[in-house]
T-cell receptor, first 115, second 113 residues
Framework: EPEVTQTPSHQVTQMGQEVILRCVPISNHLYFYWYRQILGQKVEFLVSFYNNEISEKSEIFDDQFSVERPDGSNFTLKIRSTKLEDSAMYFC?????????????FGPGTRLTVL | GDSVTQMEGPVTLSEEAFLTINCTYTATGYPSLFWYVQYPGEGLQLLLKATKADDKGSNKGFEATYRKETTSFHLEKGSVQVSDSAVYFCALSPNQAGTALIFGKGTTLSVSS
């Protein structure tokens, strides 16, 4: 069964460093998303991506964040200068189309720890 | 804006007990509703969904009915197992193409034998 994959599973970085989180969405899906979950808190939307551009973003997704689909398969989230409060689990998700079911498939997540 | 409210946890039950986790929502229009489950150390898995009023989603013994009149989507299971211990998230999707999911805060369920 097709699934969303994410790498790495755990990333540890120093404050101020750049990190790139990688995702491979399901191959025939058209919409891609990043969410994050700070430990013990709810899952929060960051950004969605469709047709090679950002379609929606939240207030959390400020100038230090960027997303890219560099080829036909990968979808990346870059954090330019990490802060302590960026420590969280980051989930990638993909969606086949924008139909009424809107069932997003989630990857296993990348745990980012900023020291 | 749209939002989801879940009952506070943790919920602690004995095996074979009846489970209810309350979820209510606020939305304009007619959203789709979901329950996601997160087992310890894992990502989010779709448990069940309902796309219109009075639909009942079901999976693995869990059920939830989309109640438009009460704006609710409560999760129920008749007899829980230790393996059901997880965090459960209620979520909605506004029915517009590709829009993001809006999650509740999650409810931790702990089942003991």
């Amino acid at each position: 069964e097709p699934e969303v994959t994410q790498t790495p599973s755990h990333q540890v970085t120093q404050m101020g460093q750049e990190v790139i989180l990688r995702c491979v969405p399901i191959s025939n899906h058209l919409y891609f998303y990043w969410y994050r979950q700070i430990l013990g808190q709810k899952v929060e939307f960051l950004v969605s991506f469709y047709n090679n551009e950002i379609s929606e973003k939240s207030e959390i997704f400020d100038d230090q964040f960027s997303v890219e689909r560099p080829d036909g398969s990968n979808f990346t989230l870059k954090i330019r200068s990490t802060k302590l409060e960026d420590s969280a689990m980051y989930f990638c998700a993909s969606l086949h189309n924008g139909g009424s079911y809107n069932e997003q498939f989630f990857g296993p997540g990348t745990r980012l720890t900023v020291l | 804006g749209d939002s989801v409210t879940q009952m506070e946890g943790p919920v602690t039950l004995s095996e074979e007990a009846f489970l209810t986790i309350n979820c209510t929502y606020t939305a304009t229009g007619y959203p789709s509703l979901f329950w996601y489950v997160q087992y310890p150390g894992e990502g989010l898995q779709l448990l069940l969904k309902a796309t219109k009023a009075d639909d009942k989603g079901s999976n693995k013994g869990f059920e939830a009915t989309y109640r438009k009149e009460t704006t609710s989507f409560h999760l129920e299971k008749g007899s829980v197992q230790v393996s059901d211990s997880a965090v459960y998230f209620c979520a909605l999707s506004p029915n517009q193409a590709g829009t993001a999911l809006i999650f509740g805060k999650g409810t931790t369920l702990s089942v003991s034998s």
